[in-house]
C-alpha cells in the first residue's frame, strides 16, 4: 500500500509559478509510474502529467506542455509538479496518484492508477 500526500497549493495570480509536492510512504515507489492529475469544478478529473518509474519516461496532457514539468526524487520519494505561467484555466484540486507498475497501462485514465492522494487546492486568479 502506497500512501500519497500533495501539498504546495494556493492561491496564485495569473502568470505566476508554484511548485506541488506528493510525498509517497509504502510500498515500492521506485517502481511506480507516477501522474498528477486535475479536478476543476463541475468537470471530470483530468490528467495533466505523468512519470515513468525511472523517470526516464514522460506525458503531458496538450494544455500545459511548455508551462507545466513533472519530476521526481526516488531518494527522497517525491513527486513534483512545477507549473509555470499559470492560467486561470489551471484552477482545480490537484492530485498525486501512483500506478502498481513503472508504466501505466495508459496515461490518461484514472484506471490505471490505484494510489491516490486526497489533492491540494490551486486557485489562479485573472
Known amino acids: 500500500q502506497v500512501y500519497l500526500v500533495e501539498s504546495g497549493g494556493g492561491l496564485v495570480q495569473a502568470g505566476a509559478s508554484l511548485k506541488l509536492s506528493c510525498t509517497a510512504s509504502?510500498?515500492?515507489?521506485?517502481?511506480?509510474?507516477m501522474a498528477w492529475f486535475r479536478q476543476a469544478p463541475g468537470k471530470a478529473r483530468e490528467f495533466v502529467a505523468g512519470?515513468?518509474?525511472?523517470?526516464?519516461?514522460?506525458m503531458y496532457e496538450e494544455s500545459v506542455k511548455g508551462r507545466f514539468t513533472i519530476s521526481r526524487d526516488n531518494a527522497e520519494r517525491r513527486v513534483y509538479l512545477q507549473m509555470n505561467t499559470v492560467k486561470p484555466e489551471d484552477t482545480a484540486v490537484y492530485y498525486c496518484?501512483?500506478?502498481?507498475?513503472?508504466?501505466?497501462?495508459?496515461?490518461?485514465?484514472?484506471?490505471?492508477?490505484?494510489?491516490w492522494g486526497k489533492g491540494t487546492l490551486v486557485t489562479v486568479s485573472s
Open positions: 496518484a501512483g500506478a502498481n507498475s513503472p508504466y501505466p497501462e495508459t496515461w490518461f485514465s484514472r484506471r490505471a492508477y490505484t494510489y
Open positions: 509504502g510500498g515500492s515507489f521506485n517502481t511506480s509510474a
Open positions: 512519470l515513468s518509474g525511472s523517470g526516464g519516461g514522460t
